[in-house]
Nanobody, 122 residues
């Protein structure tokens, strides 16, 4: 099993920045992909971005956050980060850390964090 714990959420004005962190524990050697999803009130959970844990560390992003959000990883700390810049009110959501074995989190999510609230005021 893998446990994921997020931190770094909060409230910020439009145009501001936040950095989310996610620490993985447990059977972390089995992880192949990590990343982030978000869920706004009344909407379905959606993919934000993902990174492959080994080899190339290839990343991919949802179109809505490209150029504003950056995912990075620290394999030694079993951590993944989401740097969010130029935040917009429509980025307001609960952000969930996600992890998968054998594939990217865009394809499949096996483990979820508890979520952290991000609120962007206009």
């Amino acid at each position: 099993q893998v446990q994921l714990v997020e931190s770094g959420g909060g409230m910020v004005q439009a145009g501001g920045s936040l950095r989310l962190s996610c620490a993985a524990s447990g059977v972390t050697f089995s992880i192949d992909g990590m990343g982030w999803y978000r869920q706004a009130p009344g909407k379905e959970r959606e993919f934000v971005g993902g990174i492959l844990w080994w080899n190339s560390g290839a990343v991919n992003y949802a179109d809505s956050v490209k150029g504003r959000f950056t995912i990075s990883r620290d394999n030694a700390k079993n951590a993944v980060y989401l740097q969010m810049n130029s935040l917009k009110p429509e980025d307001t959501a609960v952000y969930y850390c996600a992890a998968s074995r054998f594939t990217s989190v865009l394809a499949k999510v096996e483990y979820w964090g508890q979520g952290t609230q991000v609120t962007v005021s206009s």
